[in-house]
């Protein structure tokens, strides 16, 4: 364990998790009421567009948030994330067709196309290698609060007051992770001019192929979280569950228990031992989402599903960490979150167009991604087996 004079629990650190806690809380609070939102606006056929439109802005923009965390500085790009989810929260009222809705969510995932990005190569910058594990782990546990308390206070929010006060509220929260932003040290040196043509790209600057077997893990899993966020609100509401954040909370706090102690065990046994003991464990949640028809077996699944996810996400985060060139670090996370949305956008438009609002299609969906996540572990088990320093298990 490191104990020398680069702690990890510092101001900037702290400030780091605190406004991605508040920016995760701005966006996932409204995940739970958009499906019935946009039915109520007549677009049901387009639920599967919710997470799809998002994902596919957020990837489309990782290139140039990479590129830009690399050269105009690590803390501007991030307070561009957060300052897309304040203008979002505010126009989804005044754009209350099934048209505007759609054209808000592919706008709204420029903010976790940018924030994310930035944040992990921020968090590179200021924790020693040998706790990149850890650090990853403890920044997760924070964004994953936000996940719980998001979902959560959102439907309490939209049942007690209003849709509109909901979207208001959302973008209140994304305020103060700007205002938090303000007063961070930049790290990255010898930083550039923000330049138009900073945004040109060429090949080079859209896929690290440094990161790759890690983008491939990363893809692989997210699909299952594309599916589990367009189809658990309705499968919530058929199994008499009025909160639909409900499955959410039970997730994310299994998530936080486990995430301080996964990023730890990566950092000691190494990052694909510790990614395929998280890709078993994810498999059997989605095997047991499928099979249980009750809000018991719900929750259990979402309990053990959230086990998983806090086990895989610090590992998949360091292990593309460990695999990146200092100077290239956010094209490297850039490449990471690319995988990561293309599998979440991928999970959430193809169980969309299956689903379609016929609710006896929701298990198969759920065995079909436990199917992709068993191909990532076969992946996985074909690497070769490291040792116990995480840089030699690559």
Known sequence: MHTGKHPIYNLPFALLCLSSLLFSTSFNMLIPELPAYLSSMGGAE???LIIALFTLTAGISRPFSGKL???VGRVPVMAVGSIV?????FLYPVLGSVAGFLFLRLIHGFSTGFKPTATAAYVADIVPRERWGEAAGIHGLCFSMGMALGPA???AISQRYSLDVLFYCSSAFALLSIVILMNMKETLPNRQRFRWSTLRISRHDVVDLRVLPA???TLLS???YGVILTLIPDWSGHLGIANKGLFFVAFTVSSLLIRFLAGRLSDRYGRISVVKTGMAILIVSLLILGMGKSMFWLLVGASIYGVATGILSPALNAWTIDLSHPQHRGKAMATMYISLEAGIGLGALVAGWVYHDEIQRIPYIMY?????????LIYLLNRRRGGTSPTTDA
Not at 85 to 89: K, L, S
């Open 46 to 48: 387009y639920k599967g």
């Open 69 to 71: 965390t690399d050269t």
């Open 85 to 89: 989810c304040f203008i979002c929260g």
């Open 153 to 155: 206070v959102g439907s």
């Open 215 to 217: 983008a491939i893990a």
């Open 222 to 224: 997210y699909v299952a």
């Open 368 to 376: 079909a991604a436990a199917g992709v996540a068993f191909l990532a």
